[in-house]
């Protein structure tokens, strides 16, 4: 099991976003294209070992979305471990969504929730 790691609730992760922090969705292209964050920036699971590099916070860590939190999780130890500063999203999109913050839904990226 990973060692302990850093999470937001959609809040925080609000609140970081609004302060320069990126947002990075790994789950699969299908799964983005039914709902995502409108500041989120792909970057799947699947591709990871080839472009964990894009994974950049800026001056704060990268926060790292899934569906529901489990595979962020196993993402942001993995990034930790080599060197990223990363924090998962507590609950992922379903929370996100549940909290009622910004998605966009469906490949034609009609907005669901306004801000």
């Known amino acids: 099991m990973p060692a302990e790691i850093d999470e937001v609730d959609v809040a925080e992760a609000l609140r970081r976003l609004g302060s320069g922090s990126?947002?990075?969705d790994v789950r699969e292209q299908g799964e983005w294209d039914e709902v995502h964050a409108p500041q989120a920036t792909l970057v799947p699971m699947s591709e990871l070992v080839a472009r964990w590099?894009?994974?950049d916070g800026g001056d704060?860590?990268?926060i790292v979305v899934c569906h529901s939190g489990a595979?962020?999780?196993?993402?942001?130890a993995a990034l930790e471990q080599s060197g990223v500063s990363a924090?998962?999203?507590?609950?992922?999109?379903?929370?996100?969504?549940?909290?009622?913050?910004?998605v966009?839904?469906?490949a034609q990226g009609e907005p669901r929730h306004e801000h």
């Open 22 to 24: 990126r947002l990075f």
């Open 53 to 55: 590099q894009e994974i």
């Open 60 to 62: 704060q860590p990268a």
């Open 71 to 76: 595979r962020s999780a196993r993402v942001v």
């Open 87 to 102: 924090v998962n999203l507590t609950g992922g999109m379903v929370a996100w969504e549940q909290a009622g913050a910004p």
């Open 104 to 106: 966009v839904r469906d």
